[in-house]
């Protein structure tokens, strides 16, 4: 790539570079600090990795993503730092609507809008969907979120040279309600796929880290609807919250419980200037983080009335 841009008067240098979980150099300058080689465009202040086909010319791949690099510039070598990806430019937009009915089961449809790294990583996923595969696809993700039932999946076609992507999902779930004459059930239930807030919220069960880990800046939103059988009592809905975090949390979740309708939305914002968090801003989050993502298991309280059984 080096070369094919030379030829057409663009200056482009090799980038040496770390790309595993890396995003501090150590002291002493050693040869394991880097593992992968890109380019730098000085011309546009534009980095490009040539061996990624996944992300389109002037985006990076998250393992190149806010890291730190050698820059062989002609008047000599440089550290520099790839840019991080911004919460604004990296989203997931999930609208769900879920119909149940009083024998417990429920049909569903999903709505999706990613962009940026997002939407490479949905991208990733339905490139493994084999052609005429998609039914398959929907009934192994129902059984990976603890679900039986069928359904379709619909999207256009994948195009690499933009991150956007969309999905569709329709859903038939025959054991939605595992108990129907009463119980709970999620106030927006998610499936085991990367479109949801709890996938982007990290692991913090443990009480403190030695070492830092990975924080991707993400903006996230969920928009929801539940409509019961008249036959069922919504009990209790979840309370309203919002939460924050001085360094980059922000979260935001409304419910409305009318009848027997909930609807509601959430909102999570990750908008840290960079891709790790260290041990100090591990302990600093643990509070708010694990109250967020006790809002987002919670749940609605709901009963069948007595002269209306399945």
Same mark, same amino acid.
């Not at 038939?172 to 796929?193: I, K, Y």
């Not at 009480?207 to 009990?235: H, I, T």
């Given at each position: 790539?080096?070369?094919? @841009?030379?030829?057409?008067?663009?200056?482009?240098? &090799?980038?040496?570079?770390?790309?595993?979980?890396?995003?501090?150099? &150590?002291?002493?300058?050693?040869?394991?600090?880097?593992?992968?080689?890109?380019?730098?465009?000085?011309?546009?202040?534009?980095?490009?990795?040539?061996?990624?086909?996944?992300?389109?010319?002037?985006? @990076?791949?998250?393992?190149?993503?806010?890291?730190?690099?050698?820059?062989?510039?002609?008047?000599?070598?440089?550290? %520099?730092?790839?840019?991080?990806?911004?919460?604004?430019?990296?989203?997931?937009?999930?609208? $769900?609507?879920?119909?149940?009915?009083?024998?417990?089961?429920?049909?569903?449809?999903?709505?999706?809008?990613?962009?940026?790294?997002?939407?490479?990583?949905? *991208?990733?996923?339905?490139?493994?969907?084999?052609?005429?595969?998609?039914?398959?696809?929907?009934?192994? +993700?129902?059984?990976?979120?603890?679900?039986?039932?069928?359904?379709?999946?619909?999207?256009?076609?994948? *195009?690499?040279?933009?991150?956007?992507?969309?999905?569709?999902?329709?859903?038939?779930?025959?054991?939605?309600?595992?108990?129907?004459?009463?119980? $709970?059930?999620?106030?927006?239930?998610? @499936?085991?796929?990367?479109?949801?807030?709890?996938?982007?919220?990290?692991?913090?069960?443990?009480?403190?880290?030695?070492?830092? %880990?990975?924080? +991707?800046?993400?903006?996230?939103?969920?928009?929801?609807?539940?409509?019961?059988?008249?036959?069922?009592?919504?009990?209790?809905?979840?309370?309203?919250?919002?939460?924050?975090?001085?360094?980059?949390?922000?979260?935001?979740? *409304?419910?409305?419980?009318?009848?027997?309708? +909930?609807?509601?939305?959430?909102?999570?914002?990750?908008?840290?200037?960079?891709?790790?968090?260290? &041990?100090?801003?591990?302990?600093?989050?643990?509070?708010?983080?694990? $109250?967020?993502?006790?809002?987002?298991?919670?749940?609605?309280?709901?009963?069948? $009335?007595?002269?209306?059984?399945?």
């Amino acid at each position: 790539m080096q070369t094919l @841009l030379k030829a057409v008067g663009i200056e482009a240098v &090799p980038v040496l570079i770390n790309s595993l979980s890396e995003y501090v150099l &150590p002291e002493l300058p050693t040869l394991v600090s880097f593992n992968h080689c890109i380019l730098y465009l000085p011309g546009l202040d534009l980095f490009a990795d040539p061996t990624d086909a996944r992300v389109p010319f002037g985006a @990076l791949p998250m393992a190149d993503s806010d890291k730190p690099v050698a820059v062989a510039l002609a008047a000599g070598a440089k550290l %520099m730092r790839t840019p991080a990806i911004a919460a604004d430019a990296n989203r997931v937009s999930v609208r $769900s609507v879920w119909r149940i009915g009083k024998n417990g089961r429920a049909s569903a449809t999903i709505r999706v809008e990613t962009t940026g790294y997002a939407a490479t990583v949905l *991208q990733d996923r339905l490139a493994q969907i084999p052609a005429d595969m998609g039914g398959e696809a929907v009934q192994k +993700l129902l059984s990976s979120s603890n679900m039986r039932g069928t359904g379709a999946v619909r999207y256009p076609a994948i *195009q690499r040279d933009v991150q956007r992507q969309a999905l569709e999902l329709d859903l038939d779930v025959p054991n939605f309600l595992a108990e129907p004459e009463g119980g $709970s059930v999620a106030a927006n239930p998610g @499936l085991s796929f990367p479109i949801f807030a709890a996938a982007y919220l990290g692991n913090y069960a443990a009480d403190s880290r030695q070492l830092a %880990m990975a924080c +991707l800046p993400v903006r996230v939103r969920e928009d929801f609807e539940l409509y019961f059988d008249p036959g069922f009592k919504l009990l209790r809905a979840p309370e309203s919250v919002r939460l924050t975090q001085p360094d980059g949390v922000l979260y935001e979740a *409304q419910y409305r419980l009318d009848g027997q309708v +909930l609807t509601g939305w959430r909102e999570l914002t990750l908008s840290q200037a960079r891709h790790w968090c260290s &041990p100090a801003d591990y302990s600093a989050r643990l509070s708010v983080m694990t $109250s967020i993502r006790r809002n987002l298991r919670a749940t609605i309280l709901y009963q069948q $009335s007595p002269e209306n059984p399945r």
